[in-house]
């Protein structure tokens, strides 16, 4: 069945720091790719997304690009927030699930001053 | 605004009880699901309906139960049948059509003691 494996948290940075957290995924056909974000108390909000190979999803300074030769959607943000503090959840879905999506366990992450 | 509601925030239960979670949405979305979040195992769907009077079961359907009476309402019962119901639980809706983003609620935290 359908799969996605995320980096272990937590992760740790200091703000201003680059971030990458890993995502890799296994699907038949060729799956839409997501990255959900949850702020503490809160339920999970659409951060990006790509539904076909060699896209780049982008918001809020976030990027990830579906790459199909290694099924992965890394998440990368050049420079972080505070604010930016969450669990940052990868997930996917394929044209027969409708909008059921498989997420991954989701990665933490805290942010510095 | 339009969006999801899960009430109550929090909700303590003893053990044999049976106990309803409710979810309200009100972005006319067809589609309505339940997720339960423990930590490091990130979200697990455990029901959902693409319309009203239809549900389906997810991954980890057992001891629970549902109904969608109403386009706007899904509400999700936790049973005694359950065997670890203590958890963070997540409803979401979305248009239900392919890569349509899901929309979620704050969520629900069920402690059963």
């Known amino acids: 069945g359908d799969s996605v494996t995320q980096m272990e948290g937590p992760v740790t940075l200091s703000e201003e720091a680059f971030l990458t957290i890993n995502c890799t995924y296994t699907?038949?056909?060729?799956?839409?790719l997501f990255w959900y974000v949850q702020y503490p108390g809160e339920g999970l909000q659409l951060l990006l997304k790509?539904?076909?190979?060699?896209d780049k999803g982008s918001n809020k300074g976030f990027e990830a690009t579906y790459r199909k030769e290694t099924t992965s959607f890394h998440l990368e943000k050049g420079s972080v927030q505070v604010s930016d503090s969450a669990v940052y959840f990868c997930?996917?879905?394929?044209?027969?699930?409708?909008?059921?999506?498989?997420f991954g366990e989701g990665t933490q992450l805290t942010v510095n001053p | 605004d339009g969006g999801i509601t899960q009430s109550p925030k929090y909700l303590f239960r003893k053990e044999g009880q049976n106990v309803t979670l409710s979810c309200e949405q009100n972005l006319n979305h067809d589609a309505m699901y339940w997720y339960r979040q423990d930590p490091g195992q990130g979200l697990r769907l455990i029901y959902y309906?693409?319309?009203?009077?239809?549900?389906q079961k997810g991954d980890i359907a057992e001891g629970y139960s549902v109904s969608r009476e109403k386009k706007e309402s899904f509400p999700l019962t936790v049973t005694s049948a359950q065997k670890n119901p203590t958890a963070f639980y997540l409803c979401a809706s979305s248009r239900g059509e392919y890569n349509s983003p899901l929309h979620f609620g704050n969520g629900t935290r069920l402690t059963v003691t």
């Open positions: 699907a038949t056909g060729y799956p839409s």
């Open positions: 309906s693409q319309i009203v009077n239809d549900f």
């Open positions: 997930a996917l879905t394929r044209e027969t699930s409708g909008s059921r999506l498989t």
């Open positions: 790509a539904t076909k190979a060699d």
